[in-house]
């Protein structure tokens, strides 16, 4: 028992140095929400696609998932050229990207299963200006990170207050130093729409699911229905 509790113990402080003292922010997950999904593909295709892919999402299956025709995903939501049976493929190749960057930025398909729905937003929350990094930002979650904000222009900028213990200096909190195009509320829809929209592309089937899990409660209940009937036919002539 004091084994599994101090593993345990050690287990939380790993989150918490993981944050980096910033603590995550939740995001607010529902797929049920198809508008959402559907906005938060074309962030997905506007923002992100110029580096990143998902190739375990085909556009025809958005199409379908998300409830809208292919004709409509093909001009609203897919790059120019897309076919309607492509993968999300990013135009970045290999080479410029480990030129760029000194690392390919990875496929997300999964990212949303392997980091978690609420590390994802703070983490595209979390970008502040630091001139010593290549790109002029550095990350609350994800220290010295290679990726430019790719929402900068939504958001504004961020600078870090710290807070300093001795020799220590820890990050507290990130402050908006300057306005973006969006306000903060909108700008915190806009990363949750995009959050929703990979922690769907993590597991596209999950919104099948659901749909069939109504049509098993029904079932369910339909046979009830039919079971209490035969008991009672059943039963009449014994009482
Ligand atoms: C200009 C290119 C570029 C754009 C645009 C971009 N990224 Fe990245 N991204 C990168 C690179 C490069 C890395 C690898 C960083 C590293 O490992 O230090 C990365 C890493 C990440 C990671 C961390 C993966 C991990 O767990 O190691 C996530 C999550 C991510 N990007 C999400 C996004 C999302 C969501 C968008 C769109 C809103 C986006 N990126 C737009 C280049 C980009």
Sequence with gaps: MKKLLSLFLLLLSFNVFASGGVELQDADIDLNDKVSLQRGAKHFVTYCLGCHSAKQIRYLRIAVDLGLDEKHVLKDIAPEGAGIYEQLHSAMNKHDAEKWFGTQPPDLSLIARSRGADWLYSYLKGFYTDKSR?????????????????LWQLQGEQQPVYETDGEKRTLEKLVSTSKGTQTAQEFDQT???????????????????????????FFLFVFLAIAYLLKKEYWKDVH
Excluded at 204 to 210: G, T, Y
Excluded at 211 to 217: A, C, E, H, N, P
């Design 191 to 217: 990363v949750n729409d995009l959050v929703n929209f990979l922690v769907y592309v993590g597991e596209p089937v999950q919104l099948e699911r659901q749909q069939m899990g109504k049509y098993v409660l």
């Design 134 to 150: 290549p790109f002029g930002v550095n990350n609350a979650i994800f220290e010295d990170v290679g990726m430019p904000n790719p």
